[in-house]
T-cell receptor
């Protein structure tokens, strides 16, 4: 079993749609959680950290369920510029991060 | 300020040759990571350096892979006797170790093609 598993995608949605990505992790000792964004043929960049109480950054909402070992990312009012691959990242210990394979999103006009 | 840089950006080599990939982390970042990303796949952790501690080599796929970090800054990933399955993008990342925050900043990667 992979340490971090994500929806395989791809997700193809129209502009303005709401889309949600899911991620599960296997190590119950995981401490920190993140979503990274990777544009085509570019390096990954941090989108947002995921906090236990859930957190929101503009159109993006991240949630964590430790009991189910589950993380989610919700994108509201999708923009064309949101098209990218979204990587779920889990840290077991300080500065040791494991990446999911990513979920590809395409937002169409 | 300057981000993480990697060189070369592209490398084409013949099977069986050795290659060296270089990473210059962000100045002051104590942690440095190497990852490998094959086409359409996620990031595969290779090795992690933190300050003067012994590196975490648990992700290196075989003994043909090695890495070093000189002076706590620049790192070199060496692949000996390259194989076609080594073809991938090799990404380096660095971070400033803090208990409450450890965002990794990635370099643009080196695209390795083994013929």
């Amino acid at each position: 079993r992979k340490e971090v598993e994500q929806d395989p995608g791809p997700f193809n949605v129209p502009e303005g749609a709401t889309v949600a990505f899911n991620c599960t992790y296997s190590n119950s000792a995981s401490q920190s959680f993140f979503w990274y964004r990777q544009d085509c043929r570019k390096e990954p960049k941090l989108l947002m950290s995921v906090y236990s109480s859930g957190n929101e950054d503009g159109r993006f909402t991240a949630q964590l369920n430790r009991a189910s070992q589950y993380i989610s990312l919700l994108i509201r009012d999708s923009k064309l510029s949101d098209s990218a691959t979204y990587l779920c990242v889990v840290s077991v210990r300080d500065n040791d991060m494991r990446f999911g394979a990513g979920t590809r999103l395409t937002v169409k006009p | 300020g300057a981000g993480v840089s990697q060189s070369p950006s592209n490398k084409v080599t013949e099977k069986g040759k050795d290659v060296e990939l270089r990473c210059d982390p962000i100045s002051g970042h104590t942690a440095l990571y190497w990852y490998r990303q094959s086409l359409g796949q996620g990031l595969e952790f290779l090795i992690y350096f933190q300050g003067n501690s012994a590196p975490d080599k648990s992700g290196l796929p075989s003994d043909r892979f090695s890495a070093e970090r000189t002076g706590g800054s620049v790192s070199t990933l060496t692949i000996q006797r390259t194989q076609q399955e080594d073809s991938a993008v090799y990404l380096c990342a660095s971070s400033f170790r803090r208990a409450d925050y450890n965002e990794q900043f990635f370099g643009p990667g080196t695209r390795l093609t083994v013929l």
